[in-house]
């Protein structure tokens, strides 16, 4: 094995690039597109049906005010911020995610079309609290699933295309829910937006139970890899960041996790990653009520559940292509920033737009604005390599601080403010230029912390004796030529 300094790493000669992409093909299309179903799901059941009931009848045949409306739209978010931690510790410790992972979208499913018998606020405050109980163990575990297995230059797309199933999930929502919403009303008797949570809620159920199947766990603990592979999957993460990724039997422990949690709250860079992603999901609330906005075009009910597709559909694409460039070159801020950008302009243009064709224009860039986020994901990632446990307890740490934004600003479109929602718009103009200012300010940290390494001022991350010759003989090298790889490290901004 060399060392490359234009590359930043050891270069590997115990397999060829042409195994390691063979190897990265393979998870990519066993397990990718899994993954994007869960996440198109993930928003279907959870997120977006309650909005597009909404324009069917819901909230009138629950005898809802808006406030209660709201109230149900925010409790997601209450058991929903409360698993988020202890579920991605689990994700951790345990050799086997993907049985984890399915019953979690079991549960969810089952849940989900179990509110189809809500018959009062109170009964739909319940299935939305422990909703959000459930799916909590999703959306962070996927995102720490995937940083097991691929590189810092890779996974930013893999979760850009995990989230474009959520984002296109947001569009197609429209597309099912027009469809069951107008052609099942009535149906044996029920209601059709009752029919939109049986149907989405049993798909879910049923889908979780194939998980077992399809998925695969860990890359030390797949039994359908060959020995071969699973050196290959391990060492190459090894050669990206310095040290295995294994949990040692300590993480673990509850004595392990608690330990992974204060390390991930006494990093700086944890709680600035988070105020970050806080405003951010603060300033792109327009998603709950999309097709409330939409609908203030002035088109019947169908109609402006179809409207919703395009705007979504044509983020997605801007979404794969920007974080595809962004792994490829390396670059996070100026990516975000761009992102952020169109999604101001969407509001700006709705602000001021006399037209229906302004209007709906205005949507795209709001829709686009998503993409920042997803690169945001992948910067959690880059910026916490090690170890394990502190990775799991940060990226569920993140998202859980950042969805508390999710509560409040469910109260932030009320009908009393339609058509123009311009108190809406201008607070969340304000808020992402917020966002932006902190994720320069982190930009400008992470630059000032590579400095420091290359002088040998700091460390990225702690390390042991029994760590470094663990990696060192995985990837079969010398402790000396281990140690250079790992104090190779440095942070992507």
């Not at 869960?38 to 009931?53: E, Q």
């Not at 579920?87 to 979208?105: G, H, T």
């Not at 409207?307 to 974080?323: E, Q």
């Not at 992948?378 to 394990?388: A, H, L, M, Q």
Request: hydrophobic share 50%; glycine share 8%; proline share 4%.
């Amino acid at each position: 094995m060399s060392f490359s300094p234009a590359a930043g790493k050891f270069i590997p000669v115990e397999w060829s690039c042409h195994e390691e992409r063979r190897l990265v093909k393979r998870i990519d299309v066993r397990c990718m597109p899994a993954l994007i179903v869960l996440f198109i799901l993930n928003f279907l059941v959870g997120r977006g049906n309650l909005a597009n009931a909404r324009l069917k009848g819901l909230q009138t045949d629950l005898n809802l005010n808006d406030t209660q409306y709201a109230t149900c739209i925010s409790v997601l978010f209450a058991g929903y911020i409360f698993m988020q931690v202890p579920s991605n510790l689990v994700m951790n410790a345990i050799p086997r995610p993907r049985l984890f992972m399915a019953a979690v979208v079991g549960l969810w499913g089952a849940i989900s079309a179990l509110t189809s018998l809500c018959n009062n606020f109170t009964h739909l405050v319940a299935c939305r609290f422990f909703l959000g109980f459930v799916e909590a163990a999703f959306y962070p575990s996927a995102v720490y699933y995937l940083s097991r297995w691929y590189t810092r230059q890779e996974v930013g797309l893999r979760i850009a295309f995990l989230n474009a199933g959520n984002m296109l999930a947001q569009g197609l929502g429209g597309l099912l829910a027009a469809g069951i919403l107008g052609g099942m009303e009535g149906v044996k008797g029920i209601r059709g937006w009752r029919w939109l949570y049986i149907i989405e809620g049993s798909i879910t159920f049923a889908f979780g139970l194939l998980l077992p199947f399809i998925l695969a766990d860990y890359p030390a603990s797949t039994k359908w890899l060959s020995n071969r592979e699973r050196i290959i999957a391990q060492g190459r993460l090894v050669t990206d960041v310095g040290l295995i990724d294994n949990p040692e039997d300590l993480e673990k422990s509850g004595f392990g996790a608690l330990r992974g949690v204060w390390l991930a709250l006494s990093d700086v860079k944890v709680w600035t990653l988070a105020f970050m992603y806080f405003t951010y999901i603060m300033g792109l609330s327009f998603a709950a009520y999309m097709p409330t906005i939409t609908a203030t075009l002035g088109f019947s009910t169908t109609i402006t559940l179809l409207l919703t597709f395009p705007p979504w559909a044509f983020a997605t694409m801007y979404a794969l292509v920007n974080s595809w460039h962004s792994d490829r070159t390396g670059e996070k801020f100026w990516h975000i920033a761009g992102a952020y950008g169109f999604a101001i302009l969407g509001y700006v243009v709705a602000l001021t737009a006399t037209t229906v064709a302004g209007k709906y224009i205005s949507l795209f860039g709001m829709c686009m604005g998503y993409s920042g986020g997803i690169i945001t994901l992948g910067w959690i990632s880059t910026s916490i390599p090690r170890p394990p446990v502190k990775r799991a307890a940060s990226i569920a740490f993140i998202n859980a601080f950042a969805n508390i934004g999710q509560i409040p600003t469910s109260y932030l479109w009320p009908t009393k403010w339609g058509k123009r929602y311009w108190q809406s718009f201008t607070t969340e103009i304000c808020l992402l230029v917020l966002s932006l200012t902190i994720a320069f300010a982190y930009r400008q940290y992470l630059i000032s912390q590579n400095r420091k390494l290359e002088q040998g001022e700091a460390e990225a991350y702690a390390t042991d004796e029994r760590t470094v010759k663990q990696s060192a003989d995985l990837v079969h090298v010398s402790i000396q030529q281990e140690e250079a790889l790992v104090h190779s490290f440095r942070y992507i901004y």
